[in-house]
């Protein structure tokens, strides 16, 4: 892939944050939980089958789709792949690539899962994303996809930085964020702790705040509040999708036993090929 694609400020964001998110590294199993709620699957149905992960990032879930023991195939566009493969290359089960989804070097139709987290809203025409992804499941075959939900998503105040944030370069932009987020965190979590209207008050300051996750200590709290406050800033693309159109891309593939449900800000569309 190209250096500057892109997603070059995502290559540079996951070798910065290559542990920060990884259940191995936090003592927790917040990736663990988080895939097993968003896709209804089991552990126990994973082992041993094929599964294909879109825009693996650092490999927070590949760690834990290997973990299970999942014949995992993995691919992102970035230079996060090297941030996956320093921590993941030991497992046997993982076949990790670089590459886009317009792209993939897989046989078609071959892959009896499908999983694809947090990517989509980040690509330059999400409807061909997600409609190019199924084209590597086998028929019968089981998929996962989150998405940011269209509406809430476009009235955080996000939105009126990244027309200058997306643009900086990763490594500016990375180190303001460092310097302003772990500050602004007590401020964020005392407007959210205000009665009734604490969430609302909160959305206010600009700063990824993980309040409800059990994240172990301080320090944890403030790298999660740093990378994903440079992750809602620095992507070139952000389209969040209204509930209408996913379900009638799922109907215009002829996907079986859809379901469509919202946890937190994402939409989590799946079902059966
Ligand atoms: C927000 S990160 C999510 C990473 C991981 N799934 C997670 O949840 O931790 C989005 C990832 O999608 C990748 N990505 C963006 N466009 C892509 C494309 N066309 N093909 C493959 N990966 C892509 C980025 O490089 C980035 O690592």
Request: aromatic share 10%; net charge positive.
């Amino acid at each position: 892939m190209p250096r500057d694609s892109y997603a070059a400020g995502f290559g540079y964001q996951w070798n910065q944050h290559r542990l920060t998110q990884l259940d191995s590294h936090s003592g927790v199993p917040i990736s663990r939980d988080r895939l097993l709620a968003q896709s209804g699957w089991s552990a126990t149905e994973l082992r041993g089958k094929s599964v294909l992960e879109c825009g693996s990032g650092a490999g927070r879930f590949t760690e834990v789709l290997c973990g299970m023991g999942a014949e995992v195939t993995s691919f992102d566009i970035s230079s996060a792949v090297h941030a996956n493969n320093a921590t993941n290359s030991g497992f046997p089960n993982l076949r990790l690539v670089q590459a886009s989804i317009y792209e993939m070097p897989f046989p078609q139709q071959s892959f009896d899962y499908l999983l694809c987290f947090g990517v989509i809203q980040h690509t330059p025409d999400v409807e061909r994303s997600f409609k190019t992804l199924f084209r590597y499941l086998r028929p019968g075959g089981r998929f996962c996809i989150d998405v940011y939900a269209a509406g809430v998503a476009y009235l955080h105040p996000r939105h009126l930085l990244r027309p200058v944030t997306k643009r900086l370069p990763p490594k500016t932009l990375y180190s303001w964020v460092k310097r302003t987020a772990p500050p602004l965190l007590p401020l964020s979590t005392a407007l959210g702790a205000t009665p009734l209207v604490g969430p609302y008050l909160a959305r206010l300051i600009p700063v990824a705040n993980h309040q409800h996750l059990p994240l172990p200590n301080k320090a944890t709290r403030r790298a999660w509040s740093v990378l994903d406050t440079f992750d809602w800033l620095a992507p070139r693309y952000e389209s969040p999708q209204p509930r209408r159109r996913l379900e009638r891309w799922t109907r215009e593939l002829g996907l079986r036993e859809v379901t469509i449900e919202r946890h937190r800000g994402l939409h989590v569309v799946r079902g059966v090929k």
